[in-house]
């Protein structure tokens, strides 16, 4: 079925100072990170970091649940045991993301990557050299925004330029799946480039790129709902 972007509401997260490091994991479709649960909350959306498994590093989830095992986290999966072998020991830290600041006025949301790599290979015995397809490039996205340096997440969009940190690029759409609404969660590193963008009878702009660390996060609305509503 086709869907607008109208409407949508863009918004970036920040990890605060509530964190906690994991030994270990049960592995699962929604992954239990076994840790303290101390000042997480059911419905807080959480990143990885310091992953001793590079797949998981960056990755972005939900808690749907704790107790004396740990946090179960929905959109994390460590089920597939070519990418998460049974006897290996997962470590890392798991961070969460206090709040969400609103984005500029958008006009255009551009992305680019994510295209598929190959290589090439000629053979002596043939005359048509072979590709195979290698994995896929990283994956960017672009605002266009407009340019207010007086609103308050300028700061913020400058300061997570400097630091690189990794931040969570979220994006509401109320018209995606049918009207039920769908939230996409993307980690990412961000890029804010505050020197206005000019031209005659044009709103000034500046642009903001988000450089995805690991696999978008796409959810409906009702699934999110569900587990703030649950806790």
Known sequence: M???????KLHIGRAG?????F???TRGASTIFN??????KIGDTVMIQNASNSLLEGAVGLVSAGGSNGLTVLGIDTSDTDDYASDEVIMGTVLRVDSYAALPLTSE???????????SIQ??????????????SA?????TMAQDELSAIIKTLKAITKTQENVVY??????????????RYMPATAFFNDIPQMSNNNVETNTLVFTLQNSPLMLGKDQVDGLVSGS
């Open 2 to 8: 086709v869907q607008l972007a109208n409407g949508s």
């Open 17 to 21: 100072t509530v964190k906690a490091d």
């Open 23 to 25: 030994e270990s994991v």
């Open 35 to 40: 840790l303290s649960t101390a000042g997480f």
């Open 109 to 119: 949301i551009a992305v680019s990557g994510g295209d598929a790599t190959s290589a």
């Open 123 to 136: 053979f002596i015995q043939e005359n048509k050299a072979r590709s195979f397809n290698t994995g896929s």
């Open 139 to 143: 994956s960017v996205v672009t605002l």
């Open 170 to 183: 979220r994006v509401y759409n109320p018209r995606a799946r049918s009207g039920v609404g769908e939230y």
